[in-house]
């Protein structure tokens, strides 16, 4: 539910960002309200329609941080969408909306937030298919609080909150009572409850 409460704030920073052609603030606005309904527990369909929504608006801006933040959780409900996926090295967070290039290129330009959400999202996956060594690879790449660019008090919440989440992951993960759906619903339970 805190979650939930915060997608009107989102909504207001487009709407204003696109009255006054801010360009950064409609860009701030749209991936994080994409983002933030997604974790949420909105439907992925609805999820995926604002995702595409937003991303045909916000490539022609030149916001090249966020574009590629929208295109890395987009990658991440598809992949939740895709009918026949399989979890592989090769498949996982590689498709038509964020591939390797792209994940090569965050990297290069220390586009801490898209590595971030494209870790979070092979985490997550790992957790809905049951794959510990995924999940486990997934946290020992996430990157050190300095290569984020944020001030030091708001890295520290943020990677504080990404402890959290891979030990509740480790924990579904060696649950023998969770099937992989409800493992999904528990992560973005807590997702929302104010952890993540």
């Known amino acids: 539910e805190p979650v939930r409460k915060t997608l009107p704030s989102f909504l207001v920073a487009v709407e204003v960002g696109e009255r006054t052609y801010n360009h950064e603030y409609f860009g701030y606005g749209s991936t994080e309200y994409s983002a933030y309904a997604?974790?949420?527990?909105?439907?992925?369909?609805?999820?995926?329609q604002v995702m595409n929504d937003y991303r045909k608006l916000l490539t022609p801006m030149k916001q090249e941080v966020g574009s590629s933040y929208l295109a890395a959780n987009q990658q991440v409900v598809a992949d939740f969408l895709a009918p026949e996926f399989r979890l592989t090295e090769t498949t996982i967070m590689n498709g038509v909306h964020f591939n390797r290039t792209m994940f090569e290129m965050a990297k290069a330009k220390n586009f801490g937030l898209v590595l971030f959400i494209y870790l979070l999202g092979r985490l997550m996956l790992g957790v809905y298919f049951r794959d510990a060594g995924e999940a486990k690879r997934s946290g020992e790449?996430?990157?050190s609080p300095n290569m984020v660019p944020w001030p030091t008090n708001r890295r520290s919440v943020v990677f504080a909150s990404i402890k959290a989440t891979f030990k509740l992951s480790a924990k579904l993960l060696h649950s023998k009572q969770v099937a992989p759906p409800s493992a999904r619903a528990r992560l973005l339970d807590y997702c929302s409850g104010g952890h993540y």
């Open 38 to 48: 997604f974790h949420s527990g909105e439907q992925l369909e609805v999820v995926t």
């Open 141 to 143: 790449q996430v990157p």
